[in-house]
């Protein structure tokens, strides 16, 4: 298979994350992650709600400073870059968004064309043909002329995500892609990403808390708990883990902690003596 | 115990009025980073590779200006012909009914005529703004723009700006125009004179300063409306209710600032 030029120039990881810190107000919500991404790779980001996976995706499509450690982004720290230095990375990058986030005043076919339209100079037709092409990959074709509002939930997640791959990305960022979808649709989704992770030679960040669809399309996992990374590791590896967080996560066992008196009554009284 | 509760609420009370003018120095910051950005796109974009689109702005326009000529020319309307009651009935103590032209003139071209304009648009671009980008706020649309590598900014407060910088202008004339016309209505029935009369002796009570205040003005609204609704429509967050609350919001501090900073530019322009 031919390898493609902007790996062949950097045979290092695509995504390197360094001690990450980012807090909000007083409260860290991400403590210390480390991970990187190998190009190809579709590596799954797990953990219940609350655990920091959004937010670790905010922080690495660059919405957000880090407070503390290092993202690389095809080798390049993103905190160093200029704007246009971003600019030119944005190009390399798909995202697609939980809810879709499809532009709501355009139909879908200018949604897809949307980036071509501001990265390219490529004449009208030739950005309708390329984005028919991507919308063809998602089964969309023939739905140009439909709005985000005409769309079901699974055909707005297809679309989204013929709008993230449309520029041709190195990495492509997908945010809980199963969510609100019912469980036929939501595995068609799985099948193509692994589709198109095979046709494009993408590496690809999946967030999510799905196990089912995790399991199936992970080459690695990495599991992250109340802002830490519990492990990182292959399928297997995280099916076979011993560590009782992650196996709540497996079995979906509840996990409140037994109440303890005195701390409950000492959190209690606290607020009110503040005042 | 008592002095202590005392000294704690005066505490909380101090804290808050801290905390609020706080956030007003951050507001008042952010929406002058605003104006400052959207102003590069305009002028510089060009040359960034990220020019703004024509397109855009001539349907902002479309939508803050043309739309808006029926109201404005309505409120105008009747805003004239009160006046004119009003000047007719108060002056004619004195004898002096015919000088409510040269007061129609006067305090139309330089105040009502813009503030007319001024406070519509408020209304229905400042809300309509507000809710629109609050929108894309919360359905993650801004986000979105910004990993595609579009500025927010450069895509949605320029064109904006752009369309009000030229409409507010257009349509402070036309209150003008019809808050005169208006008055004259009134005019030719109460004093009996005719139209063209009314017309010459308020050309002839109007010098260029008038028009030019009304006209300065109408850019500083132009200005302040979209830095008010699309920094509220940037900030907003909370659902549904957090949508509706930033588009009252806009609306209110839109006619506020508006108004606040009609009077501070009447004061310094009148002198």
């Known amino acids: 298979m031919a390898v493609p030029v902007s790996r062949m ?53 660059g919405l957000h400073r880090a407070d503390g ?127 198109i992770r095979d046709a494009m030679q993408v590496s690809m960040v999946v967030v999510t808390h799905e196990l089912e669809s995790a399991f199936k399309i992970a080459d690695r996992i990495t599991v992250l708990d109340r802002g830490r990374i519990l492990m990182i590791g292959t399928v297997d590896e995280v099916r076979g883990s011993d560590n009782p967080r992650i196996r709540n996560l497996l079995t979906r066992t509840s996990e409140d902690e037994p109440v303890d008196a005195d701390e409950y009554l000492r959190r209690l009284t606290e607020g009110a003596r503040r005042i | 115990m008592a002095a202590e509760i005392g000294a704690a609420r005066f505490r909380q009370m101090t804290e808050a009025v801290g905390r609020k003018f706080v956030t007003g120095v951050e507001d008042f910051g952010y929406a002058a980073a605003l104006l400052v950005e ?18 855009a702005v001539a349907r902002e326009m479309m939508s803050i200006g043309v739309q808006a000529i029926p109201v404005v020319s309505i409120l105008a309307f009747a805003n004239g012909a009160m006046m004119a009651m009003q000047g007719i009935y108060t002056l004619r103590d004195f004898g002096a009914e015919s000088q409510v032209i040269s007061g129609i003139a006067m305090s139309v071209t330089r105040e009502f005529g813009v503030l007319i304009a001024g406070i519509v648009v408020a209304g229905r671009s400042g809300s309509a703004i507000a809710a629109r980008i609050g929108t894309m706020q919360m359905a993650q649309e801004i986000d979105a723009l910004r990993v595609i590598g579009v500025s927010p900014v450069r895509y949605l407060v320029s064109p904006i700006l752009a369309a009000m910088l030229v409409m507010m202008p257009v349509l402070a004339i036309l209150s003008d125009a019809m808050a005169i016309v208006g008055g004259g209505v009134i005019s030719m029935v109460e004093l009996h004179i005719s139209m063209e009369t009314y017309l010459t002796r308020i050309l002839a009570s109007l010098a260029p300063g008038d028009l030019f205040q009304g006209l300065t003005k109408s850019l500083v609204f132009a200005v302040l409306i979209t830095l008010v609704a699309t920094s509220n429509g940037f900030n907003a967050s909370g659902g549904a209710e957090g949508l509706g609350r930033a588009t009252t919001r806009s609306v209110v501090l839109c006619i506020a600032a508006i108004v606040v900073a009609d009077m501070i530019f009447t004061f310094f322009l009148s002198r």
Not at chain 1, 114 to 128: A, V
Request: hydrophobic content about 45%; glycine content about 10%; aromatic content about 6%.
């Open chain 1, 9 to 61: 120039t950097s045979p290092g990881p695509v995504i390197e994350v360094r001690d990450l810190v980012t807090c909000y107000g007083d409260q860290k919500i991400l403590d210390g992650v480390s991970l990187t991404v190998e190009p190809g790779e579709i590596m799954v980001i797990m953990g219940g709600s609350g655990s920091g996976k959004s937010t670790l995706l905010r922080y690495l499509l």
């Open chain 2, 38 to 55: 959207s102003l590069v796109w305009l002028l510089a974009g060009r040359w960034m590779q990220q020019r703004v689109r024509l397109a």
């Open chain 1, 69 to 195: 450690g290092e993202i690389r982004l095809f080798g390049k720290d993103i905190s160093t870059l200029s704007s246009r230095e971003w600019m030119a990375l944005r190009r390399k990058i798909g995202v697609s968004f939980q809810g879709g986030a499809l532009f709501n005043s355009m139909d879908v076919g200018e949604n897809v064309r949307m980036p071509l339209r501001e990265h390219t100079s490529l004449d009208e037709n030739t950005m309708r043909i390329m984005a028919r092409m991507k919308l063809e990959v998602v089964n969309m074709a023939g739905f140009e002329h439909l709005m985000p509002a005409q769309l079901s939930g699974g055909m707005i997640k297809r679309a989204a995500l013929a709008r993230a791959i449309v520029m041709d990305p190195a990495i492509l960022f997908f945010d809980e892609p199963s969510a609100g979808l019912d469980p036929v649709v939501a595995a068609d989704l799985d099948n193509l990403i692994l589709r």
